[in-house]
């Protein structure tokens, strides 16, 4: 089955766990680490709705910038910082996920003395196509944690960008945005409350059991 590549300007939930169900995180470290590459490779790329990472797998709601984006978001958020002032090369977001699972996969096995493939491959994704699959996928990567078991309360999992909406320090999260999609900030709290029961919801999320 051929996986067709990321397309510039879409909405796609990403999603992807450990070669043979093996754990991507072992040690707290690990998970800043994981979101230090996503934001050096991805944050280019694609702008970030929601995420949650648990020991064996993760979850990501993005947008793709379109070619003209990432130009836009290379000349004010990295041209000015760099020292070597290189000129803009676009990027295709598949290859820039491909890139950032290399470099986390190789500071892994350095770092545990183990070798080979860490992602199962090729990385999931599916393209998000209507408003309330979106509202949908927010809520269950946000209550993922809490779905296994991981957590009493999934607000209170660290490593989930739900923190980022409760609060209102800087985030690269496109929280504004997504506030007012849910109608505002009760509204987007109220609909978290919800438990993601009905087979209908469930039924358009992939199955990470």
């Known amino acids: 089955m051929t996986i067709k590549p990321l397309q510039y300007g879409q909405y796609y939930h990403i999603y992807n766990r450990g070669n043979n169900r093996e754990n991507l995180f072992v040690e707290p470290r690990n998970y800043p680490y994981f979101l230090k590459q996503y934001t050096k490779h991805i ?9 949650s990472l648990l020991p064996n ?6 947008r793709t910038r379109t070619e003209s984006e990432q130009e836009t978001y290379w000349q004010q958020e990295i041209l000015p910082f760099s020292p070597n002032k290189q000129l803009f090369k ?16 190789r500071a892994f096995n350095r770092a ?10 090729p990385f999931h ?3 998000i196509d209507n408003h309330a699959y979106f509202l949908t996928l927010i809520n269950y990567i946000h209550q993922n944690p809490q779905k296994h078991g991981l957590i009493d309360d999934f607000r209170d999992w660290k490593w989930s960008s739900y923190g980022a909406y409760c609060s209102d320090q800087h985030s690269n999260i496109q929280r504004k945005e997504v506030i007012a999609w849910f109608g505002g900030q009760r509204n987007f709290a109220e609909a978290h409350n919800a438990e993601l029961t009905n087979l209908e919801d469930l039924s358009i999320l992939w199955n990470d059991e």
Do not use: C, D
Not at 57 to 62: N, P, T
């Open 112 to 121: 545990t003395g183990r070798t080979g493939t860490l992602f199962e491959r």
């Open 57 to 62: 797998h993760f979850h990501f709601a993005i």
């Open 43 to 51: 944050l280019p790329v694609a702008e970030t709705y929601a995420y």
């Open 125 to 127: 994704r599916k393209l």
């Open 90 to 105: 676009l990027r295709k977001p598949s290859q820039a996920f491909k890139n950032m699972f290399i470099a986390y996969t």
